[in-house]
């Protein structure tokens, strides 16, 4: 994940780095799946993790297109990742 350096959110995070993610299943049947954990910033480039990111989900074509949005250079910017200590699923 991403965020701004000057945002609410990374400010909250540096003082306590733990954070819950929910995704859900929008169509029925329902579900989710919620991860709790503890955030730590990764030192990869902007553009890097993005295409990544959108190769996977877009393809390689697609993927590099929309990765071209996300400079390296895009100023206050700052990748992260939650490590899961507990996950759980809702169905």
Not at 28 to 47: A, N
Not at 51 to 78: I, S, W
């Amino acid at each position: 994940m991403f965020t701004g350096t000057k945002t609410t959110k990374w400010r909250n995070l540096t003082q306590f780095p733990y954070a819950s993610l929910c995704v859900d299943k929008r169509e029925i049947p329902y579900r989710s799946t919620m991860l709790q954990g503890k955030v730590e910033e990764i030192r990869i480039p902007l553009h890097d993790f993005v295409l990544e990111m959108a190769t996977r989900y877009y393809g390689p074509k697609e993927g590099k297109n929309f990765a071209h949005q996300y400079p390296d250079d895009k100023e206050n910017v700052v990748v992260f990742k939650l490590t899961p200590e507990k996950i759980t699923d809702i169905f």
